[in-house]
């Protein structure tokens, strides 16, 4: 082994000389460099080895090279010797690496990366050892085939041989025979499309076109997805002028397969949009004249007027939902409508009027969702005399979506318009035929309440909040301590602690509810020594209802005693808290303790 490393370090010998040479290293710096490469040496010849090893000995030369460039920039010489000398070791520790461990996937793309930068010319070589390995992979072969052809477009001919042998194990791979079509589309759009075959009749492209067209019947046999369709539309689009008859056939294959799925309508409403007229690959159908190559006919997007594309759109929409009758279309229809209206620049109004159009008759439909009922809500609001429209509307959808959230938007209606009576009314339907769910609901009825800032405002939130108190449900519970705050603040302390001792022992049990009650004692308690009873009892009643299981409670309680009670009362305290935790919670107790009292030493 030793003569083994002591022959690779004598091959190194000139590199380290041109480190000398060139002052990139000071002769310190050199000797450190030859004392690591002998133990990275060591590491990949010895009996066990590991992936581990090889990578850090990459990883060096790695930085090794990037160190080279940087010295280049600033000495403004070219280290091109002991730069290639480097990517050469490079190349090779990957090559022997991979020879051991041909499972890492990440390894071989590391080595690609590696190769496309410093020696190009290999990375062909190297996919097609990779594919051995991992032929399993689509992706594997579409890089491959992609990385030759952008590399050389010479290399065709190998390329369709890779996407050839790939579809024979991945016949099903979208994104392998959508690359082979792309590749071959590409190449038909660089071929020459004078007739100068066949008796004049056809051209070199005319011939390229066919073969794209059959790479595509052979995908359709095995791929059924709408997704793959639809982008080798998109592939056609960027050659338009070459496509039409292709397009065409693509387009009456997915009206075959999918005559009712949203995804193609929407996929139709938006090329006619785009100008992409399907009036106009029918008119290329039909135009069989011979005079001039295919190229050189006009397939170019019409150029219509967005007025008119606009009304194209809307039709395929509107022929889509009626046809279809499914939300998901009228979710489609409405989204574009919207998008459509994001640009107000151009077509204004016409933009305007079909959203407005769109979102009536969506409502027409019983299909709309909650979302674009809020954007018709919003736009009805605007008018002068549109919120009693909306309300008609969204009670009409009530009936056939009953959802918090459409409650909350003819709630948002009645309260845009202050109508108290509405509210009340819609109040006590809500609180009559929903469950916790509604709490939201509950929420903004009360918010409505305390701003009005009245008589009757007040006796509502009694009211309500009575309801609330009295309600089972757990997510309640934050009402509760709302209510407490809400008699503190605006009636008087005494109201809010007879309420809070009904409370208090009144299920569902709540410790928000005693944590709230606490905080406005403390605020009382400062001004008046008197409140240190009433503070306490919120303590008291913390640790009666949830002193087994809440280690935190009695923390909590004896940093009371500690900084505002009587200190005499600690260590009873703390013996009650033990007897009483249940044995499980007895450690976290004492840890948080010893915890609470470090950090009021630490503040004091």
């Known amino acids: 082994m030793g003569e083994f490393i002591a022959e690779m370090q004598e091959r190194l010998l000139p590199e380290y000389e041109q480190m000398k040479n060139y002052s990139v290293f ?65 190349m090779r520790l990957y090559r022997e690496a991979l020879g051991k461990f041909t499972h890492d996937r990440r390894l071989w793309s590391n080595w690609i990366k590696f190769s496309k930068k410093s020696n190009p010319v290999e990375v062909a070589g190297i996919y097609e050892k990779m594919l051995l390995y991992h032929g399993d992979v689509p992706d594997y072969w579409v890089d491959a085939a ?42 038909a759009a660089l071929a020459n499309d004078e007739r100068t075959l066949d008796e004049n009749t056809i051209s070199e492209q005319d011939i390229k076109l066919e073969r794209v067209e059959a790479v595509y019947r052979n995908s359709m046999a095995n791929i059924t997805q709408l997704d793959y369709f639809v982008k080798l539309l998109e592939s056609c689009e960027d050659y338009q002028e070459l496509t039409g008859k292709l397009q065409r056939l693509i387009i009456d294959d997915m009206q075959e397969k999918f005559p009712r799925e949203p995804g193609l309508w929407d996929l139709l409403a938006q090329r006619e949009l785009r100008g992409f007229h399907l009036g106009d690959l029918e008119d290329e159908e039909l135009d069989t004249s011979d005079e001039e190559p295919a190229s050189k006919k006009s397939r170019s997007v019409n150029a219509r007027s967005l007025k008119r594309r606009i009304q194209l759109c809307v039709t395929v929409y509107k022929s889509a939902v009626e046809q279809l009758q499914t939300p998901e279309i009228w979710n489609m229809y409405l989204d574009a409508m919207l998008a459509l209206n994001s640009d107000g620049k151009t ?17 027409r439909s019983q299909m709309m969702g909650v979302k674009h009922y809020a ?15 909306a309300v008609t509307i969204l009670t009409e ?3 056939t979506d009953s959802s918090v959230e459409m409650h909350e938007l003819l709630l948002a209606t009645h309260i845009q318009s202050d109508s108290e009576p509405l509210i009340y009314e819609m109040f006590q339907k809500i609180q009559k035929s929903m469950g916790s769910e509604a709490l939201p609901l509950w929420r903004s009825v009360l918010l409505y309440y305390h701003t009005r800032q009245d008589t009757l405002g007040a006796s509502r939130l009694d009211e309500i909040y009575g309801l609330a108190c009295k309600s089972a449900w757990p997510e309640f519970g934050d009402l509760r301590s709302d209510y407490l705050r809400y008699l503190w603040q605006e009636r008087s302390v005494d109201d809010a602690r007879k309420e809070y001792a009904k409370l208090a022992v009144q299920p569902p049990m709540s410790l928000a509810l005693h944590r709230q009650m606490v905080q406005l004692e403390s605020s009382a308690a400062v001004h008046n020594p008197a409140s240190l009873k009433y503070w306490r009892m919120c303590y008291d009643f913390m640790a009666c209802y949830f002193g087994k299981t809440e280690p935190r409670v009695w923390v909590e309680y004896l940093a009371f005693e500690r900084d505002h009670g009587e200190t005499k009362n600690i260590a009873l305290l703390t013996q009650r808290a033990i007897n ?8 976290a107790f004492e840890a948080e303790r010893a915890l609470a009292y470090v950090g009021a030493s630490i503040v004091g």
């Open 26 to 90: 000071t002769a310190d710096q050199v000797r450190e460099i030859v004392g690591r490469r002998e133990r990275l040496f060591l590491k990949i010849n010895k009996s066990h080895q590991s992936i581990t090893d090889y990578l850090e000995f990459i990883l060096y030369e790695k930085h090794m090279h990037l160190t080279i460039e940087d010295k280049e920039k600033k000495m403004h010489v070219k280290l091109t010797g002991l730069k290639t000398s480097i990517a050469t070791r490079i």
């Open 146 to 187: 992609m990385w030759l052809y952008e590399y050389n477009r010479l290399n065709i001919d190998r390329v369709k041989d890779i996407l050839l042998r790939g579809l024979q194990r991945h016949s099903d791979s979208p994104t392998l025979n959508k690359c082979f079509f792309d590749i071959m589309l590409k190449e």
């Open 347 to 363: 077509e204004r109004i016409l933009k305007q009027q079909c959203l407005a159009d769109a979102l009536q008759a969506g409502h």
């Open 375 to 389: 954007i018709l809500r919003k736009m009805l609001c605007t008018a002068p005399s549109g919120r009693e429209a």
């Open 397 to 399: 959808a009530l009936k």
């Open 580 to 587: 009483t935790l249940e044995p499980q919670y007895v450690a």
